[in-house]
């Protein structure tokens, strides 16, 4: 038995050092030190031997399973301290490798500038105000001073819809919305997509953007939009800027002008931004019409003010020198990135 007890032992400790991962290890406990094991086997028939030999056999069955133990328990070490090791040497992070670059977004070109100009109108005291693109006949057209059958109409080709509703052709509309529900002092600028059904070409698209102005208090006069609108180029497209203003006419305007600003790329000499005249149309104002305030219950005789209306797509295309509308609403990755 004592034969058979250290043969048990050499095995079980033979094994343990062959065995390559924490389960091989159980598999030995189990296998020498389980209860159906083979050494719980031997001492099972302890019970067979002279009451003389039993404690020799019962000191030496304690010491042989304590061994064991021993054995394993260091053995289950070395295995824990290998795994944790090559889990580490797995996980190991080169710091010093370069990143991968996540491609970033940036802002539409038209986000640009409207950021800009919005900037510039708030330092003037301008409030920024949003107005429906679904409008009705009345807003866009009859509040201001623009009735069924006014030949003024023929200038806006319009995307009527149902009855009495259309797809704004200018953001004017946003003037009427605005003094209906405000008393002056009013300074508001109203940005936003306009509609108008044009052929798509270079210059034209039936989808466009306008910003609107509009000032009312007591006392305002032509110098005040002249200050204003000079202020608004010349910050802008620059310092040097010069500014014309031209008689024109609008029906809710009176009277009414167009302003061209010399030509950032050739200073006025003339140029393909220009195309060749020197100057370029940006915008179109005027003073407020009084039949317009009193359609908005302001009293003309108690108030004016002075209107603008100016073109986004006009202002981004020659700030950037894009030579086709078109490139603004395409949305082409290799065009938009190099803003
Ligand atoms: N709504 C005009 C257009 O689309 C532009 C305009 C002109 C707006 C004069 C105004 C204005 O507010 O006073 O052509």
């Not at 640009?112 to 429906?132: E, K, T």
């Not at 490139?327 to 803003?339: H, K, S």
Request: charged share 30%.
């Amino acid at each position: 038995m004592k034969q058979q007890l250290e043969q048990i032992k050499n095995q079980a400790i033979e094994e343990l050092k062959s065995a390559a991962d924490l389960k091989a290890v159980d598999d030995v406990r189990v296998k020498y030190l389980g209860k159906k094991g083979e050494l719980t086997a031997i001492l099972k028939q302890m019970g067979g031997l002279s009451p003389e030999e039993r404690p020799i056999v019962g000191q030496l069955a304690n010491k042989i399973r304590a061994e064991i133990e021993e054995t394993l328990t260091e053995t289950l070490a070395t295995l824990k301290d290998k795994e944790t090791e090559q889990r580490l040497a797995a996980e190991t992070l080169d710091i010093t490798m370069p990143g991968k670059k996540t491609a970033e977004g940036g802002l539409h070109p038209l986000s640009i500038v409207l950021d800009d100009m919005i900037d510039i109108f708030r330092s003037m005291g301008f409030d920024i105000v949003d107005g429906p693109e679904v409008e009705t006949d009345y807003y866009n057209f009859e509040a201001l001073n623009v009735p069924a059958d006014h030949p003024a109409r023929d200038m806006q080709d319009t995307f009527y819809l149902a009855e009495g509703l259309l797809l704004r052709t200018q953001t004017s509309a946003a003037q009427i919305r605005t003094m209906e529900t405000r008393k002056p002092p009013i300074r508001i600028l109203c940005p936003g997509r306009v509609y108008r059904a044009d052929e798509v070409d270079a210059t034209h698209s039936p989808v466009f953007h306008q910003i609107e102005g509009l000032v009312v208090d007591k006392g305002i006069t032509m110098c005040d939009l002249k200050g204003v609108l000079e202020q608004f180029a010349r910050e802008i497209y620059g310092p040097e800027t010069k500014v014309k203003f031209r008689p024109s006419f609008f029906p809710f305007t009176e009277p009414s002008v167009e302003v061209d600003v010399s030509c950032s790329e050739c200073g006025g000499v003339g140029c393909r931004v220009c195309k060749g005249s020197g100057w370029i149309e940006i915008l179109g104002a005027g003073m407020v019409h009084p039949r317009v305030l009193s359609a908005c219950g302001i009293d003309p005789e108690e108030y004016s003010g002075f209107a603008f209306g100016i073109g986004l797509d006009r202002i981004t295309t020659t700030r950037y020198k894009i030579s086709d509308i078109r490139n603004l609403f395409e949305n082409d990755l290799r065009f938009l990135e190099q803003f």
